[in-house]
């Protein structure tokens, strides 16, 4: 049995991440029909990946961050934030140092996946910035 | 499902914050939040750790009569 969470944090982390796998298929689904069917390559292959993967992840991080199921029992939001916050910041760093372009003949770069890392680690800081203030408000 | 509010009160008799009950059964102080506003359905393990942590029986805490609802 998984020590980290409690029982409810679990059950909640089980639902949401049913719907985050029912999410990853309908993306799948919709990609594979808009590249076959209008042969539209709207991202470069690892951008691509990136945006399918991030897009569920962060549905899940959302709404189990805001019911309180993301962060285990002995962890706090304030040292989890400013680790992800040490993580955008190094993403958004290299992509800034890298000069390299965001979108490059008409479909998104290789090398927006450094900018789309670093927006997605900073969202999830944000919400942990969010949650930091809420609970220490209540109490 | 109603609020529990037998739990609330006898939380609050015993002079315990909702994160004191939390730390003493081992749970985050949401769940217990969750547990007494209703929205969240404990197992009866937790139920009888909760029930042992502030001195009462389970049927003092969980039984419902039938126009409890």
Redesign the interface.
């Known amino acids: 049995m998984n020590k980290k969470y409690?029982?409810?944090?679990r059950?909640i982390n089980y639902r949401l991440s049913h719907h985050a796998l029912i999410i990853v298929f309908v993306l799948l689904l919709v990609n594979g029909l808009v590249r076959s069917s209008f042969e539209v390559t709207w991202a470069a292959p690892m951008a691509e990946t990136f945006v399918l993967i991030a897009l569920p992840t962060l549905y899940y991080i959302t709404r189990s961050l805001f019911?309180?199921?993301y962060v285990g029992?002995r962890e706090t939001y304030g040292k989890n934030g400013l680790a992800f916050a040490f993580i955008a910041l190094i993403f958004l760093g290299v992509f800034i140092a890298s000069g390299d372009a965001f979108i490059a003949d008409g479909q998104l770069a290789q090398d927006s996946v450094l900018l789309l890392a670093g927006i997605f680690f900073a969202y999830i800081t944000v919400l942990h910035g969010v949650k930091y203030f809420s609970e220490n408000k209540r109490? | 499902m109603g609020k529990n509010l037998k739990m609330k009160s006898v939380r609050v008799h015993k002079d315990m914050t909702q994160a004191d009950l939390a730390a003493r059964v081992g749970v985050t102080r949401q769940t217990i939040n969750a547990i007494e506003n209703g929205d969240y359905n404990p197992t009866i393990n937790l139920c009888i750790d909760i029930c042992r942590t502030l001195d009462v029986t389970l049927d003092d805490l969980f039984w419902k009569e039938e126009n409890d609802e």
């Open positions: 409690d029982e409810r944090q059950w019911q309180g199921a029992r109490v």
